[in-house]
């Protein structure tokens, strides 16, 4: 088969490509790759160096420089994607003229044929993420996925929102085509704690850097089989929103398993305070960056005991709406010294009030702050005025205060504060 003038005339050197694959932000190796390119003729070599240029230029010289990479483009993205009709609804991820992800929705054997064309195709040489997920999508379909050889250059694979069970997530854990995935997404499929014990000992040696398990009903039993896994130790981004999980689990997750997590996603499961006691004064959360557990039950409790531990000193995003916090565990947060890192802070539907909000005016642990969200939180005039009047939140650029009684008063007490004049506030 052949692809019009798109065709390589032969083959890239193998660890190149993969090279390419593992880190699609390799500007040494896409240089390597972009002369390679230009030796056989074709002109994404010249894109790839014009793009590189384009990323490194000062603004002065970037008009130019768009506007060579348009016009390249236009005269060869006919000849690159010969061959190439995506259905539609398709999502095409491309990259210096490549294919390196596709999302394809419905999943039906139209969308399959696609898939087959792109992984001959040249332009798909280097496709890295592959997004199947619908209703539609279901145990059968995934199986035949599994065996299909030439998805061995796959790094992510995300199978959202269908119908799979543990004996699909057994197919993909058991396939040696699969073996090189280090992001693996089977949100919203119910899969249970079982399928999280197939991941937990994928027979293909899964070494396992994102896995997101967001509504698969894994509950405690899940979370301490994943615990055992022996990629566990080397996962960096876990969601584990929505699964039922309780203090037990998360207890679980605190003493053993998971030391190199820096984004931890555990919305809406039953935490409570004693789950987060747990996990505070455990030692594998703190290398976290990002940490989101709204919806958990939290009180002051839980706020004081993450105030207190190493989890918040490199925390940068936290999200803790629709708790119970309160204005003491506020004061608890933000007076923390290891609070000096976040950068974003979703405190919506917490009961802050107007002695919450001043404790956040007053917080000397701020300046990094970016981001404040106080959705619902009976806020009123005195509380506004504390925030427009608070120094150490200057460097502010997002602020919503929706749903809060904050009045005239509190509201042109923001629209003239000197201290957010840079701030979008949302009320």
Same mark, same amino acid.
Request: negative net charge; proline residues 3%; glycine residues 10%.
């Given at each position: 088969?052949?692809?019009?003038?798109?065709?390589?005339?032969?083959?890239?050197?193998?660890?190149?490509?993969?090279?390419?694959?593992?880190?699609?932000?390799?500007?040494?190796?896409?240089?390597?790759?972009?002369?390679?390119?230009?030796?056989?003729?074709?002109?994404?070599?010249?894109?790839?160096?014009?793009?590189?240029?384009?990323?490194?230029?000062?603004?002065?010289?970037?008009?130019?420089?768009?506007?060579?990479?348009?016009?390249?483009?236009?005269?060869?993205?006919?000849?690159?994607?010969?061959?190439?009709? /995506?259905?539609?609804?398709?999502?095409?991820?491309?990259?210096?003229?490549?294919?390196?992800?596709?999302?394809?929705?419905?999943?039906?054997?139209?969308?399959?044929?696609?898939?087959?064309?792109?992984?001959?195709?040249?332009?798909?040489?280097?496709?890295?993420?592959?997004?199947?997920?619908?209703?539609?999508?279901?145990?059968?379909?995934?199986?035949?996925?599994?065996?299909?050889?030439?998805?061995?250059?796959?790094?992510?694979?995300?199978?959202?929102?269908?119908?799979?069970?543990?004996?699909?997530?057994?197919?993909?854990?058991?396939? /040696?085509?699969?073996?090189?995935?280090?992001?693996?997404?089977?949100?919203?499929?119910?899969?249970?704690?079982?399928?999280?014990?197939?991941?937990?000992?994928?027979?293909?040696?899964?070494?396992?850097?994102?896995?997101?398990?967001?509504?698969?009903?894994?509950?405690?039993?899940?979370?301490?089989?994943?615990?055992?896994?022996?990629?566990?130790?080397?996962?960096?981004?876990?969601?584990?929103?929505?699964?039922?999980?309780?203090?037990?689990?998360?207890?679980?997750?605190?003493?053993?398993?998971?030391?190199?997590?820096?984004?931890?996603?555990?919305?809406?499961?039953?935490?409570?305070?004693?789950?987060?006691?747990?996990?505070?004064?455990?030692?594998?959360?703190?290398?976290?960056?990002?940490?989101?557990?709204?919806?958990?039950?939290?009180?002051?409790?839980?706020?004081?005991?993450?105030?207190?531990?190493?989890?918040?000193?490199?925390?940068?995003?936290?999200?803790?709406?629709?708790?119970?916090?309160?204005?003491?565990?506020?004061?608890?947060?933000?007076?923390?010294?290891?609070?000096?890192?976040?950068?974003?802070?979703?405190?919506?539907?917490?009961?802050?009030?107007?002695?919450?909000?001043?404790?956040?005016?007053?917080?000397?642990?701020?300046?990094?702050?970016?981001?404040?969200?106080?959705?619902?939180?009976?806020?009123?005039?005195?509380?506004?005025?504390?925030?427009?009047?608070?120094?150490?939140?200057?460097?502010?650029?997002?602020?919503?205060?929706?749903?809060?009684?904050?009045?005239?008063?509190?509201?042109?007490?923001?629209?003239?504060?000197?201290?957010?004049?840079?701030?979008?506030?949302?009320?």
């Amino acid at each position: 088969m052949t692809f019009g003038s798109s065709a390589f005339l032969r083959e890239p050197p193998a660890g190149l490509i993969a090279s390419i694959r593992e880190d699609p932000d390799d500007h040494a190796a896409w240089s390597v790759f972009a002369d390679w390119l230009t030796e056989q003729g074709d002109a994404r070599g010249e894109l790839v160096l014009l793009q590189h240029r384009l990323d490194e230029a000062e603004d002065a010289a970037r008009r130019p420089l768009q506007r060579a990479v348009r016009e390249l483009e236009q005269a060869h993205q006919e000849a690159w994607f010969a061959g190439l009709e /995506p259905p539609p609804q398709t999502r095409l991820k491309r990259c210096h003229g490549f294919v390196v992800g596709v999302r394809l929705r419905p999943w039906d054997e139209l969308r399959r044929a696609f898939l087959v064309r792109l992984l001959e195709h040249p332009t798909g040489r280097l496709l890295r993420s592959l997004e199947v997920g619908d209703a539609n999508l279901s145990d059968e379909g995934v199986i035949a996925l599994a065996r299909e050889s030439r998805l061995s250059r796959l790094k992510e694979l995300h199978l959202r929102g269908g119908r799979l069970t543990r004996q699909a997530v057994g197919a993909l854990a058991a396939s /040696p085509h699969l073996a090189g995935l280090t992001f693996l997404d089977l949100a919203h499929n119910a899969l249970g704690a079982e399928a999280a014990r197939s991941i937990a000992m994928a027979k293909n040696g899964w070494v396992l850097h994102q896995l997101g398990l967001d509504g698969c009903r894994i509950g405690d039993d899940g979370v301490a089989a994943l615990t055992q896994a022996s990629f566990a130790s080397q996962l960096q981004s876990l969601d584990l929103s929505r699964n039922a999980i309780g203090p037990h689990g998360i207890a679980n997750m605190a003493v053993r398993g998971f030391a190199s997590l820096t984004a931890l996603h555990l919305s809406d499961n039953d935490v409570r305070d004693e789950g987060m006691e747990a996990f505070a004064s455990g030692g594998e959360g703190a290398g976290l960056v990002d940490l989101r557990v709204a919806r958990n039950g939290l009180s002051e409790r839980a706020a004081t005991a993450l105030a207190e531990s190493p989890t918040l000193t490199h925390l940068e995003t936290l999200h803790l709406s629709f708790n119970g916090l309160g204005p003491a565990g506020v004061q608890a947060l933000v007076h923390s010294a290891n609070a000096a890192g976040l950068k974003s802070i979703d405190l919506n539907r917490n009961e802050v009030a107007c002695d919450g909000a001043e404790a956040l005016a007053d917080s000397r642990q701020l300046s990094r702050l970016r981001a404040l969200y106080l959705d619902e939180n009976d806020i009123r005039q005195r509380g506004a005025r504390a925030l427009a009047q608070a120094k150490s939140l200057q460097g502010l650029g997002y602020l919503n205060l929706w749903g809060n009684p904050i009045g005239s008063v509190g509201a042109q007490a923001l629209h003239h504060s000197s201290v957010l004049a840079d701030c979008k506030i949302f009320r």
